[in-house]
């Protein structure tokens, strides 16, 4: 039978690392995941990140994630504010 514990861990581990913005969903920091669970070297990881554009991180982080519970909070506090 398979276990989740790793998945859960992994989860968690992540969390910690968001902090606060975790208590909203899931954040751009969900695309570290692979980082956290993999073994990668310093050269490997800079590799990666300077193959990828911010831009493009941003376009999925939208398109995929969405607004965040804060994104939606500021606007609705900004209406009101008016």
Same mark, same amino acid.
């Given at each position: 039978?398979?276990?989740?514990?790793?998945?859960?861990?992994? !989860?968690?581990?992540?969390?910690?690392?968001?902090?606060?913005?975790?208590?909203?969903?899931?954040?751009?920091?969900?695309?570290?995941?692979?980082?956290?669970?993999?073994?990668?070297?310093?050269? #490997?990881?800079?590799?990666?990140? #300077?193959?990828?554009?911010?831009?493009?991180? #941003?376009?999925?982080?939208?398109?995929?994630?969405?607004?965040?519970?804060?994104?939606?909070?500021?606007? !609705? !506090?900004?209406?009101?504010?008016?």
């Amino acid at each position: 039978m398979a276990s989740t514990e790793i998945l859960e861990s992994s !989860f968690g581990k992540l969390k910690r690392i968001e902090r606060d913005p975790s208590r909203d969903g899931m954040t751009g920091l969900v695309l570290a995941m692979g980082a956290l669970v993999g073994t990668w070297s310093a050269d #490997d990881l800079k590799a990666a990140l #300077d193959q990828t554009p911010a831009k493009k991180v #941003d376009g999925w982080v939208s398109r995929i994630l969405g607004h965040s519970m804060q994104w939606f909070r500021k606007q !609705f !506090f900004a209406e009101t504010k008016a």
